[in-house]
């Protein structure tokens, strides 16, 4: 073992496809205050057509890049964690912000815990979002899935979490099937804070909650599922909570009418997401980018 595994704590994979406006940010908050040679970053280009490898490359060199031609985030996940020097792997997704210290705070607890899966913070920024996006954040987070905290975008697994896990399917939500795999032996961490942009407008919330019922629908057919009687209580539990605070009534109209639109869009699209769909609305313009 070198001298630089030994004093890295842990390995951090970060898969990304066309995010050269959003990489370098991502990258610099998380590293901002870390240690020279404190972890060992790899980031996975996946099926890029811009430039993804190299604005990465700039903003952290030291980070490993592994480049793959195939658009595909499972892929990316997979080539990432094979790669990893280290027994704790850290995943986050390209376009969420985090620190070194919130890192820190998974990895300890990860292992103080002897947990498969330790899990962060999240904060939703709904700051430029229209008022019909944030009306739907304020009713969707009073669903009993936040009681145990939302799981996504940035975690840590340990060496047998990712004995579990095995190799990530072909699937569009890699966090909720790291979810229902080790949620049983997970602990959630309260100090590892780490921010996700909403999507701005009401479209892409729908393309984005598009994607988590498509994924959700690919992990049952994958015989991942929750189970039919999970998701009865959980709709009536979420359904009490709302119809007690009229203030969230308008919400949870924009709630209604996003998930339908959602599954619509799933049904009446013909061809299949073979690619990653995201949400742009949250992603800087290169001509923004050349403004800063």
């Known amino acids: ?59 952290a060199p030291s980070a490993r890049i592994i480049d793959l031609k195939l658009a595909s985030k499972t892929a990316a996940l997979n080539a990432g964690i094979a790669a990893a020097n280290h027994n704790s792997v850290v ?24 947990a498969d899966l330790a899990y962060g913070n999240a904060y939703f920024d709904t700051g430029r979002c229209s008022w019909v996006v944030k009306e739907f954040y304020k009713a969707w987070q009073q669903n009993p899935y936040f009681e145990k905290h939302k799981l996504g975008g940035f975690f840590a697994l340990s060496l047998r979490g990712l004995k579990r896990l095995g190799k990530f399917p072909e699937t569009t ?58 998701r009865v209580q959980n709709s009536y539990s979420f359904l009490r909570r709302i119809l007690v605070r009229p203030s969230l009534w308008l919400g949870a109209s924009v709630f209604s009418v996003v998930a339908v639109a959602a599954h619509l869009r799933n049904r009446n699209s013909k061809q299949r997401f073979v690619h990653w769909e995201k949400d742009y609305s949250t992603r800087p313009s290169l001509q923004e980018l050349g403004k800063s």
């Not at 240690?35 to 057509?49: L, T």
């Not at 892409?204 to 999970?230: D, H, P, Q, T």
């Open 91 to 114: 995943l986050l997704d390209a376009d969420i912000k985090t620190t070194a210290q919130a890192v820190r705070a998974l990895v300890r607890f990860l292992a103080d815990q002897d």
């Open 1 to 59: 073992m070198s001298d630089l595994k030994k004093t890295q704590s842990c390995s951090i994979v970060i898969p990304a496809y066309n995010e050269e406006g959003t990489i370098g940010s991502t990258l610099a908050s998380l590293l901002r205050d870390a240690w020279p040679g404190e972890f060992d970053v790899i980031v996975v280009c996946n099926g890029c057509h811009d430039k993804t490898k190299e604005a990465a490359s700039n903003s």
């Open 173 to 230: 939500n890699d966090d909720e099937y790291v979810r229902r795999k080790l949620i049983d032996s997970s602990i959630f961490v309260q100090a590892a804070h780490y921010v996700i942009e909403a999507p701005r407008t009401l479209s892409n919330l729908i393309r984005v909650r598009s994607r988590v019922y498509r994924g959700n629908a690919e992990l049952v057919a994958l015989s991942v599922g929750l189970g039919s009687n999970f």
